[in-house]
């Protein structure tokens, strides 16, 4: 759907500075919460801009001025109250084409008055006096703001196919989303709102105002035990927020979550991820490439003469890549080692239990699969170089590092070397026919993986799952309408089965 009329954002100076700093020629600081508030509102699709009074001091204007530049906005100088005009001309005319909101921090009754004049909904924010002026908003928090904003934006449109996505993730991977326009609080182009929720707030009160929960639970685990078995919520402890939402979902079973817990979890466990893939047998490939799973083994322990049985048992031959049966939400997740012999599991630093899987040589390239609803996307990256190369440079030691940090990528030379050696390609259909069958199995409306294609075999072998990756190699003109719709969908297929 399309929303034509534009919402325009006025922040008063008293909302953003800390009232414990400034005068003139005191440190001028935002309040806590202000930058945090400015950082979203800039990726918001609304048009913000910042005001303070003509008679400000020259270093809080020019500090304000700054501030709005930094992040975007524009900047007003309210008229002196003296005059007959108590608004800056630009905020009269706004007010005749779009739906307008002022937020504020100080009650001004004249000030009110004259915005509400010209249509302007004022939202009043953390103000001990308050105001009993019926047609301003009071809120307690700076936090509670966004939301604020967000429902009477919804009100404002008065349209019943806006829904609002309430999101938690952490911050750097929200600030990744938003930059590249993923978090609207201006409806996007199929009518999603995206609020933070904030678990400094009372979470009832917020999810009752939200239609769904977008969420990335790994980023708010504490602590996964690594002698369980990880079955969701078995063996996970998560932050306090994260907590409540599970506990909410409980509660309300039918609301519409992205995704559900239960169906996330098994991509926390290597072992699980191992379990899934090796599945891939059951697609045909009789006359393509063949699809499958890395070859692997769970191990407790690095002991030499129980390794080497276990090994012989399983037909596992070095080189090993070693990684950490957890899979994500701690710290050491991905602390890996490439193994060339069995001496050197020897003091190995990578945590138990771990898995052991057979590494293969891939002409170091890695195909990076992305499936954001009913569409499938792809990108190639550098990857490792083949097992020969790495052993040349390794000092008969084990190749240690952390595959989201310091992974070994192949040099521009062994990129060459490769291209020359192997002309194995992509078959991108049998790839696309993986992805559906994850999709059926998983349950997940946002997920990705990684493909190798093995030198000299051709087979394709899927070496990791993720739930909702950045998929930032995907260009955003395709990515964001995908992202989107991928959400819309989700919500509709589960109130359609609700119904049912």
Not at 92 to 118: G, I, K, N, P
Not at 145 to 153: D, E, F, P
Not at 449 to 460: A, I, K, L, R, Y
Request: aromatic share 8%; proline share 6%.
């Amino acid at each position: 759907m399309a929303v034509e009329r534009p919402v325009r954002l006025v922040l008063d100076a008293s909302l953003l500075l800390d009232p414990f700093e400034g005068g003139v020629s005191g440190e001028v600081a935002l309040r806590p919460g202000a930058e945090a508030l400015l950082r979203r509102l800039r990726y918001s699709n609304l048009d913000v801009a910042i005001c303070g009074p003509e008679e400000m001091p020259t270093n809080v204007s020019d500090f304000l001025e700054k501030t709005a530049n930094v992040h975007s906005f524009g900047y007003i100088l309210l008229p002196d109250p003296s005059g007959h005009l108590l608004l800056d001309e630009s905020m009269l005319e706004w007010s005749r084409s779009s739906s307008c909101f002022y937020a504020t921090s100080r009650v001004d009754e004249d000030l009110f008055s004259e915005l509400q004049s010209h249509k302007w909904r004022v939202i009043a924010v953390d103000n001990e006096r308050g105001t009993e002026d019926s047609g301003v908003v009071n809120i307690s928090k700076l936090e509670e703001l966004l939301l604020t904003l967000a429902t009477l934006i919804k009100k404002e449109i008065a349209s019943s196919s806006v829904l609002m996505v309430g999101y938690a993730m952490k911050q750097s991977r929200e600030q990744d989303f938003a930059k590249r326009g993923a978090f609207p609080l201006y409806p996007s182009k199929n009518g999603l709102i995206f609020v933070p929720l904030s678990f400094e707030l009372p979470l009832a009160s917020q999810l009752n105002e939200v239609d769904m929960i977008l969420h990335k639970m790994t980023d708010e685990i504490v602590n996964i035990d690594p002698n369980c078995s990880i079955s969701f919520p078995k063996g996970i402890s998560f932050s306090a927020g994260m907590s409540e939402i599970i506990r909410f979902m409980e509660e309300y079973p039918d609301f519409c979550i992205i995704d559900p817990f239960k169906n996330i979890s098994p991509l926390l466990d290597r072992l699980q991820i191992q379990e899934i893939l090796v599945r891939l047998q059951e697609l045909g490939t009789e006359g393509r490439p063949k699809l499958r799973a890395p070859h692997s083994l769970k191990v407790k322990n690095f002991h030499g003469s129980e390794l080497q049985k276990q090994l012989a048992e399983t037909n596992l031959s070095f080189p090993l890549i070693v990684k950490p049966q957890v899979a994500c939400g701690v710290a050491d997740a991905h602390n890996m080692a490439l193994v060339f012999q069995v001496e050197e599991f020897s003091n190995l630093s990578v945590p138990l239990p771990a898995i052991l899987q057979e590494y293969i040589d891939h002409g170091s390239k890695i195909f990076k699969f992305y499936v954001i609803g009913d569409k499938v996307f792809h990108a190639v990256k550098n990857s490792m170089p083949n097992a020969s190369l790495l052993k040349s440079s390794s000092g008969d030691e084990p190749l240690t590092f952390n595959s989201l940090k310091t992974l070994p990528v192949a040099t521009k030379e062994q990129l060459l070397q490769n291209r020359v050696q192997d002309n194995k390609s992509l078959d991108i259909d049998v790839v696309e026919e993986a992805a559906k069958f994850l999709k059926e199995s998983l349950g997940l409306t946002i997920f990705g993986f990684d493909v190798v294609v093995q030198e000299g075999s051709g087979d394709h072998v899927i070496v990791d799952l993720n739930y909702l990756p950045s998929f930032k190699e995907v260009p955003d003109s395709e990515a964001m309408p995908a992202f989107w719709d991928a959400i819309r969908q989700s919500y509709e297929s589960k109130k359609g089965k609700g119904q049912t």
